[in-house]
């Protein structure tokens, strides 16, 4: 357009108020637009919606103080059930519809109802974070810390290190080895593809109990390059692979002090070192509660905003960016 005003005699007129070079700053304009305007947009939108959970969280609180005063009431019997069972099944009945009228609208954004979801069907809310907010590694460790926590058995929450007998070590090598999963896939930069975003305190809790064992056992990979993260294949140390391919003849036969068995793959790889002290079923609760706050305050409203805009009676939830259903029946 530029070339056209400056040669074009028809552009003789429209050059008098709008100078040829100009027409080169229409594109930097809407460049401008879509690069600077619009994040920004985007950004305070997200506060707003930021401010909007934590008053909703707020008044909630406030409700439920004032309540539990005059009398003791249960999740379901409050109406808070009803409405997360509707997002749960995708439907409204006549009774959900009446709860919904009579329930206050914080109701369903209160840490509660996360909690409620997560338990019953996380599928969804995993779904959503994944492809919608890109978080998806967020709700996955909150599901894989609470499935990795649910099968401490008894016995071992309840026994101290000095009384477990061999049997129960086995059990408390086991629930250490999918820890070290959980803190390869999920927390350690090394190795976790989208590590999740937790304080410099709790790394370093998490780092003091599973970083050596997972050296053995995961090897020492380089760090992602900065200018080229996604780009090639991660080198190992000859240490690590050393110790990993020393290891293979399992426990009995494997040289002193190699710690670990591999059985095939990294994956199904065992460690077989001494379990540290520290280690028990509380590990990565401050991890997780730190997380589903995160999740509380970011991706839940978001995904409830979503629920309620898409939501009909009698049909099931629809997105129409890839989920097509939010959640199936339980």
């Known amino acids: 357009m530029w070339l056209i005003a400056l040669y074009d005699p ?10 040829p070079p100009q ?3 229409l594109s930097i304009f809407f460049m401008e637009i879509f690069t600077v305007l619009v994040p920004c947009w985007e950004v305070l939108r997200y506060q707003s919606l930021h401010r909007e959970t934590l008053d ?6 406030s409700k439920n103080r004032e309540r539990a005063r005059k009398e003791a009431k249960s999740l379901k019997s409050s109406g808070e059930s009803t409405i997360v069972d509707t997002v749960l099944t995708g439907k409204k009945s006549a009774a959900a519809a009446a709860a919904a009228a009579s329930a206050s609208s914080e109701s369903i954004l209160t ?5 409620y979801v997560l338990e019953r069907n996380p599928m969804p809310l995993q779904q959503y974070s994944a492809l919608r907010d890109f978080s998806g590694e967020n709700v996955a460790f909150l599901t894989s810390v609470t499935e990795w926590k649910d099968s401490f058995p008894s016995s071992v929450r309840r026994s101290g290190h000095a009384d477990r007998d061999d049997n129960t070590r086995e059990l408390v090598r086991e629930r250490f080895n999918g ?14 593809e989208f590590p ?6 709790q790394q370093r809790a998490l780092e003091a109990v599973f970083e050596g064992p997972t050296r053995l056992l995961y090897g020492e990979k380089r760090a992602p390059d900065s200018v080229t993260p996604f780009g090639g294949g991660v080198d190992w140390d000859k240490s690590s692979s050393s110790v990993a ?11 002193p002090g190699s710690g670990i068995v591999v059985v095939g793959a990294e994956d199904r790889a065992q460690y077989w070192g001494e379990v540290p002290d520290d280690f028990n079923e509380t590990i990565f609760d401050d991890a997780h509660k730190s997380i589903k706050y995160l999740v509380l305050t970011n991706t839940w409203p978001k995904f409830v905003r979503d629920w309620r805009a898409s939501n009909t009676p009698d049909e099931h939830v629809e997105t129409g960016n890839g989920i097509r259903r939010l959640v199936g029946k339980l």
């Open 10 to 19: 028809v552009f003789e007129g429209v050059n008098e108020y709008f100078f």
């Open 23 to 25: 027409w080169i700053c």
């Open 56 to 61: 909703c969280l707020a008044r909630w609180e």
């Open 111 to 115: 840490m509660g109802a996360l909690e």
């Open 179 to 192: 820890a070290l999963r959980i803190y390869a896939q999920f927390v350690r930069a090394r190795d976790a």
């Open 196 to 201: 999740i975003n937790i304080s410099s305190a």
């Open 245 to 255: 391919a020393g290891a293979e003849s399992g426990p009995e036969g494997s040289p």
